[in-house]
T-cell receptor, first 108, second 113 residues
């Protein structure tokens, strides 16, 4: 079983729509959680950390469910510039493990 | 620019040659990671350092791969006797602690022909 699994998508949504997707992780002892964004042929960039109480950053909301071992990301009012691959990242055993990514395409 | 920097950005090499990549982390970051990424996949962990100590190496890292961080600052990743399967993006990242977010360099894209 992979350490971090994501729905690969792609999610094709119109501008202004809401899109949400999940990620599951296998190690219940994982300590910290992140969402990264990666544009084609570029390096991953931190989108947001994910806290136990859930957190919001503008149009982006992240949730963590430790009991079920999943993390979610919700994007409201999608913009064309949100088109990217979103990587779920879990820290366990003091290193970061990445999912394969969820591709989101926002169309005009 | 105080971010993570990697050099070179691109490297084309013939099969069987040795290559070395360099990573300069954010200056106050003690932890440095190397990852490899191929098309359509997430970054795969290769190895990481806490200061100058290499704490873990992935099973992906064969004997042909070696990494160093001699003074706890910059790091190098060397691949000996390159193979076509080594073609990938090699990403370096650094973080302040083992629990905090990591920041990535722009990567070194290796093509083995």
């Amino acid at each position: 079983r992979k350490e971090v699994e994501q729905d690969p998508g792609p999610f094709n949504v119109p501008e202004g729509a809401t899109v949400a997707f999940n990620c599951t992780y296998s190690n219940s002892a994982s300590q910290s959680f992140f969402w990264y964004r990666q544009d084609c042929r570029k390096e991953p960039k931190l989108l947001m950390s994910v806290y136990s109480s859930g957190n919001e950053d503008g149009r982006f909301t992240a949730q963590l469910n430790r009991a079920s071992q999943y993390i979610s990301l919700l994007i409201r009012d999608s913009k064309l510039s949100d088109s990217a691959t979103y990587l779920c990242v879990v820290n366990h055993d003091y290193k970061l493990s990445f999912g394969a990514g969820t591709t989101v395409t926002v169309r005009a | 620019d105080t971010g993570v920097s990697q050099d070179p950005r691109h490297k084309i090499t013939k099969r069987g040659q040795n290559v070395t990549f360099r990573c300069d982390p954010i200056s106050e970051h003690n932890r440095l990671y190397w990852y490899r990424q191929t098309l359509g996949q997430g970054p795969e962990f290769l190895t990481y350092f806490q200061n100058e100590a290499q704490l873990e190496k992935s099973r992906l890292l064969s004997d042909r791969f070696s990494a160093e961080r001699p003074k706890g600052s910059f790091s190098t990743l060397e691949i000996q006797r390159t193979e076509q399967g080594d073609s990938a993006m090699y990403l370096c990242a650094s973080s302040l602690t083992e629990y905090t977010e990591a920041f990535f360099g722009q990567g070194t894209r290796l093509t083995v022909v």
